[in-house]
C-alpha cells in the first residue's frame, strides 16, 4: 500500500496553491487512486492539481471536477449557515471562536479545494448549555454546527486563546478565529491524534504554514513542553517531506529535523488503504466462530501514530510495539467491561 500511498503524495503535491506545478501521469494511474481520493475528501484537491493538463479531460478528471463544483457550491451554504449561527450566539452573549475546517479552507486557493461536514465553533466551558439553546440544538445530536464547551488546546487557557484570536469576515459579519500559532498546534495534534489516515488533514497543515504572518511567534507556538513542540516539528516535517510544503522562517531545530523512518511509511500505508482505525463495527470477543477473537482484535490494533497522541509520546525511533500492544489490550479491555466510549482522540490532548 506503500506505492499507492506515494502516488496521492505525488499527485497532492502542491495542490492547495493557486498554480500548483504541473503533473505527469497517466489516465489508468489516476483511476487507480481515485476511489481513495473521492473517499477521503481530495478529490477537489485532485482537480486543481490536474486542470490545466490533459489528465482533465478523461472521466476521472471529470469525476474531480464535479466535486470540486459540488464542494464550492456547499461552502457558500456552510457560509450562511456560520453567519447565522454566530448571530444567535451573539444575540445571546456568547462569543465563539472558530478553527478547524471552514478556517483551514480560506487558507486553499479555493474554499472549494477543502470539503468539512460541518463547522467547529469553540465556546466557554460554561456557556455549553446556553449556546445549545441559542441555536436551537438538542446536546448529544449531530448538527451542522459542531459546538465544543472546552479549549482547543488543552494547554492554553480560553483567555488566552482568545485573546491572540483575531476577526475573520463571514459575509456582512465577523467571527473570531484562532491565532496562526494556534490553528497551526490545533491541525498538527487534529491529524496525528487520528493517525494520519486523511491526506487532507496534512494538507492542511502546508498551506498554514506557506500562509504564516510575518510575526508569527515560534516561541509561544512551540512553548508548553517538549510533547507540544516535537508534535509540531512531525506535522511540519510531514508536509515538507511528504508534500512538499514550503514554510519559511523555520526554527533550525525544524528545519533540520528527520522524522523516524516508520513514520512516513505508516502514513504512506494509511493512505493507501484509506480506512481509519477502529472505524469498522465492534466484534464481539465472545461470539463462537471460528476466527472472531483474531479479527476483533485486529481491528483494534492501534496505529502507532494515533497511539503516540494517546499515551502522550513523542515520534521518536522508539519502538511503538510495546506501547501499541498495551493499547490493544486496554482498548479489548473497556470492550469485554462493556465500557467502550466513542470518544474524539484530538480532545484528550
Known amino acids: 500500500m506503500t506505492s499507492v500511498g506515494c502516488s496521492i503524495a505525488r499527485l497532492l503535491e502542491g495542490a492547495w496553491r493557486p498554480e500548483p506545478s504541473p503533473l505527469t501521469a497517466d489516465p489508468s494511474s489516476l483511476a487507480k487512486i481515485s476511489p481513495l481520493l473521492m473517499k477521503t475528501g481530495a ?26 463544483r459540488a464542494q464550492s457550491l456547499q461552502s457558500g451554504i456552510h457560509e450562511r449557515t456560520l ?12 462569543e465563539p471562536l472558530l478553527a478547524k475546517g471552514w478556517l483551514a479552507a480560506g487558507l486553499y486557493a479555493q474554499r472549494g479545494l477543502r470539503p468539512y461536514g460541518d463547522i467547529d465553533l469553540w465556546i466557554r466551558p460554561d456557556q455549553g448549555p446556553a ?9 448529544g445530536q449531530q448538527h ?9 488546546a488543552r494547554d492554553r487557557t480560553w483567555d488566552e486563546l482568545m ?8 459575509g456582512d459579519t465577523h467571527v473570531q478565529v484562532l491565532g496562526a500559532e494556534d490553528h497551526l498546534y490545533l491541525l498538527s495534534v487534529h491529524m496525528l491524534a487520528h493517525g494520519a489516515w486523511r491526506p487532507l488533514w496534512l494538507c492542511d497543515v502546508a498551506p498554514a504554514l506557506e500562509s504564516m504572518p510575518e510575526d508569527f511567534d515560534w516561541d509561544y507556538c512551540l512553548g508548553g513542553g517538549k510533547r507540544r513542540a516535537n508534535w509540531v516539528m512531525t506535522a511540519i516535517r510531514l508536509a515538507s517531506d511528504l508534500l ?10 525544524i528545519a533540520n529535523a528527520r522524522l523516524p523512518r516508520w513514520l512516513a511509511t505508516t502514513v504512506l ?3 493507501g488503504v484509506g480506512t481509519p482505525y477502529m472505524h469498522t463495527s465492534p466484534v464481539g470477543l465472545t461470539a463462537p466462530r471460528p476466527g472472531t477473537l483474531w479479527n476483533a482484535l485486529r481491528i483494534r490494533w492501534p496505529n502507532p501514530i494515533q497511539v503516540t497522541i494517546d499515551w502522550n509520546r513523542g515520534f521518536d525511533r522508539t519502538p511503538r510495539l510495546p506501547v501499541q500492544f498495551a493499547e490493544c489490550i486496554v482498548r479489548s479491555g473497556r470492550f469485554l467491561l462493556g465500557r467502550q ?3 474524539d482522540p484530538s480532545l484528550r490532548v
Do not use: C, K, M
Open 43 to 68: 478529490g477537489g484537491l485532485a482537480w486543481w492539481r490536474i486542470r490545466g493538463s490533459d489528465l482533465a479531460a478523461s472521466s476521472t478528471g471529470q469525476e474531480f471536477q464535479q466535486t470540486f
Open 269 to 271: 500505508e494509511s493512505w
Open 83 to 94: 453567519r447565522d449561527a454566530v448571530g444567535n450566539l451573539r444575540a445571546a452573549g456568547i
Open 131 to 139: 449556546a445549545f439553546e441559542a441555536l436551537g440544538y438538542p446536546p
Open 144 to 152: 451542522p454546527i459542531d459546538l465544543h464547551a472546552n479549549t482547543p
Open 244 to 253: 512538499g510544503a514550503s514554510p519559511r522562517g523555520l526554527p533550525t531545530s
Open 163 to 170: 485573546g491572540r484570536s483575531h476577526p475573520v469576515s463571514v
Open 341 to 343: 466510549t466513542a470518544t
